[in-house]
Nanobody, 123 residues
Framework: QVQLVESGGGLVQAGGSLRLSCAAS????????MGWFRQAPGKEREIVLTMTGSGRSTYYIDSVKGRFTISRDNAKNTVYLQMNSLKPEDTAVYYC????????????????WGQGTQVTVSS
């Protein structure tokens, strides 16, 4: 089993920054593909960013390019989501997820999920 614990959410004004962290249990973190998802009120969950165990990242939402960055620290078994220049439309519950599968572009690919952390961006 892999357990994911998220932190770093909160309330921030538009233009501000937040850094989300997701700590994973286990000793095979570098073998996991990691992803960040978000779900805004009344909307479906969407994939935001992913990173393979080898460090390759993929953006799935054009509007976060240049503002959001995914990174991982394998020594700490932690993946991060750095969010800069936040906009009200970024308001959502953000989830980290992990997969042992080769594919990582869909929610159904992921085996483990964090509890989610609320990010609220005020205008």
């Amino acid at each position: 089993q892999v357990q994911l614990v998220e932190s770093g959410g909160g309330l921030v004004q538009a233009g501000g920054s937040l850094r989300l962290s997701c700590a994973a249990s286990g000793r095979t973190f570098r073998d996991l593909g990691m992803g960040w998802f978000r779900q805004a009120p009344g909307k479906e969950r969407e994939i935001v960013l992913t990173m393979t165990g080898s460090g390759r990242s993929t953006y799935y939402i054009d509007s976060v390019k240049g503002r959001f960055t995914i990174s991982r620290d394998n020594a700490k078994n932690t993946v991060y989501l750095q969010m800069n220049s936040l906009k009200p439309e970024d308001t959502a519950v953000y989830y980290c997820a992990a997969t042992r599968q080769y594919y990582n572009s869909r929610a159904s690919n992921y085996d483990y999920w964090g509890q989610g952390t609320q990010v609220t961006v005020s205008s």
